[in-house]
């Protein structure tokens, strides 16, 4: 193995030695664990949800992009760029709010308790598994590229030991430990994409350069519209573009549980803050550098490859090593979340609610991590045999789960009369919609962006759904008005919500307390009896 | 303009700037409301 693959696995170590390292600390009770959520402030919040945001699309899926459309490929960044601060300062408050009075512990536990039926609960249920599994399924042909690249190992084996870390990491890291990885995985990404960036801008003589010559290819690589004027005059493809990543963030159940776990409403505003400069530095480049690869690597085989190949050719050694791990970072920070909260919904609101209300903790902590497992076999084997391109797969799942759950989880909080008839029409309406436009390719005929036109629907949905069945009950309707006040709790208890609105934190202490995998633990039954 | 159709320019290079522009009005924001709330929860614990 070179010595470049050498600092890679160095590399892995370490995070997966900093993630374990968090969890023991944190573990010296179970208290202390489940309370580490309280402790996470602007920063790390803010990192975490931009790390879980961005995934291994940004290194992949955006550059090849870039590379297909031209500088179009930028309405998707820009709208990136400022989805942290749409989906904190409209969703942030209320909706933590919101899910302290209605007591649920998960996003889809949230729904169901907001919209008062069950049918919500599987609904979303099925909707969020598929499409979840879908968007890590995409990670992990990520992380079996990268790997692959790095070690001269095949695909296949490197999607295997690749997958094999991600699970690891995910079943032992514990939430705590994600988010503290995270904040170092974040500051990585940062770091190696700005200094490939860097680097790469000065080689092709700055954006005039870089523009000159993408002008001498095509002329049209310039345009707002696409190479070749593909969606020339098309409005309806570049509202789309922006919306996907801009108000998209709110229909994720990943990132919309990162504002349920916040150490308190406080926290919104340095989050915004922090993660509006992170975007800024961070979410252009990936596209720069696939303009870029238009002028230095014209016949690459997989776009999608840009940046490592870019790595390699430019700077080869110890700092394409490092972009190489900034590329993982970006794929574990992603993968873990979702797979965990997968894990969550399956054996929670799922399998606890309908199948086995009766539950030991340890029975569902088996579900939880069978259903962990479970994901990443599967995706083993779609990324091995079916392997779909990283760009689709995330625009695709992504698209549909912001479709399916944006229009609930606002109107949840902005719109009293929502009631489940809406809210089951939006999600279906939404998705649906989504799934028909992409497999159909309607784009090209109706000018109209998937994302945006299941947005549409799914809108439409909730306000004519929510005109038949029951009203909110009064109960429903008295929490949503508290949820628009100012805050009403004390800051005693403001302060201590973060361990009751961390599902995976209290997932990961129930695993490892019932295995007494760290000692001198208090189990969590005398935790809760203790707070009782 | 660094190359740029001039359609260009003006569609894309703003955009950084008008997001942490508005970062920065929202976090002043926030941040009163927040100072608002603490001066409510006082007042409220003295009155008690």
């Keep these: 193995m070179s010595i470049d693959g050498i600092i890679f696995i160095i590399y892995l170590s370490v995070l997966l030695s900093i993630g374990l390292w968090f969890s023991r600390k944190s573990s010296a009770s179970t208290e202390q664990y489940l309370l580490g959520g309280r402790s996470l402030g602007p920063a790390v919040t803010a990192m975490t949800m931009q790390t879980t945001a961005m995934s291994g699309f940004m290194f992949m899926g955006a550059p090849a992009m870039a590379f297909k459309y031209g500088w179009y490929a930028v309405w998707y960044a820009i709208g990136d760029a400022g989805g942290s601060i749409i989906n904190l300062s409209v969703l942030g408050k209320r909706m933590r709010r919101m899910s302290e009075i209605l007591g649920a512990l998960s996003p889809i536990e949230y729904l169901e308790k907001r919209f008062e039926s069950p049918s919500v609960r599987v609904v979303g249920s099925i909707i969020s598994i598929v499409f979840l599994f879908g968007y890590v399924c995409a990670q992990f042909i990520a992380a079996g590229k990268a790997m692959s690249t790095l070690t001269g190992f095949t695909y296949e084996l490197s999607l295997i030991i690749g997958i094999s870390v991600i699970i690891i990491y995910t079943v032992a890291g514990g939430y705590l430990a994600v988010a503290y990885t995270s904040f170092v995985q974040g500051l990585i990404m940062v770091v190696g994409v700005v200094g490939i960036g860097i680097l790469a801008y000065f080689h092709v003589g700055g954006l005039t350069g870089l523009n000159g010559a993408l002008k001498a290819i095509d002329p049209t690589y310039l345009s707002i519209w696409g190479k070749g004027l593909a969606y020339y005059g098309q409005w309806g493809m570049v509202l789309g573009a922006i919306l996907i990543y801009s108000i998209g963030y709110m229909g994720l159940p990943h990132v919309v549980v990162r504002h349920m776990s916040m150490k308190s409403t406080k926290t919104v505003k340095g989050a915004v803050m922090i993660s509006a400069l992170w975007n800024q530095f961070f979410i252009f480049v990936p596209y720069i550098l696939g303009l870029i690869g238009i002028i230095l690597l014209p016949t690459i085989a997989d776009p999608e490859m840009i940046i490592t190949e870019l790595a390699y050719t430019l700077f080869p050694g110890i700092f394409a090593a490092l972009l190489l791990s900034a590329i993982m970072s970006a794929v574990m920070s992603t993968a873990d979340s979702i797979l965990m909260q997968a894990g969550s919904i399956l054996s929670r609101d799922v399998y606890q609610r309908f199948i086995n209300k009766n539950a030991s903790q340890k029975t569902m902590i088996l579900v939880s991590r069978l259903c962990i497992l479970m994901g990443g076999i599967v995706g083993v084997v779609v990324a091995i045999y079916e392997p779909p391109s990283v760009f689709a797969l995330v625009v695709f799942a992504f698209g549909t789960l912001g479709n399916a759950f944006l229009v609930p989880y606002v109107s949840s909080v902005y719109y009293k009369n929502a009631n489940y008839i809406g809210c089951l029409c939006a999600m279906i309406g939404g998705a649906t919609t989504n799934i028909i436009w992409t497999s159909m390719a309607l784009e090209t005929s109706t000018g109209l962006h998937p994302f945006l036109a299941g947005l549409l629907v799914s809108i439409l949905g909730m306000i004519i759904g929510s005109r038949f069945g029951r009203k909110p009950s009064a109960e429903v309707q008295e929490a949503f008005e508290q949820s628009r006040q100012k805050r009403f709790f004390s800051k005693e208890f403001d302060r201590n919500i973060a361990r009751e609105l961390a599902p995976e934190a209290s997932n990961v202490s129930k695993f490892l307390t019932n295995d007494n995998y760290f000692t001198g633990v208090d189990t969590y039954e005398r935790y809760v009896s203790t707070r009782n | ?48």
């Design chain 2, 1 to 48: 303009m660094f190359g740029f159709p001039a359609e260009t320019f003006f569609w894309f290079v703003p955009w950084p700037f008008i997001w942490v522009g508005l970062a920065t009005v929202l976090y002043f924001k926030l941040k009163r409301e927040d100072e608002l709330e603490d001066k409510m929860e006082e007042e409220k614990n003295q009155n008690k």
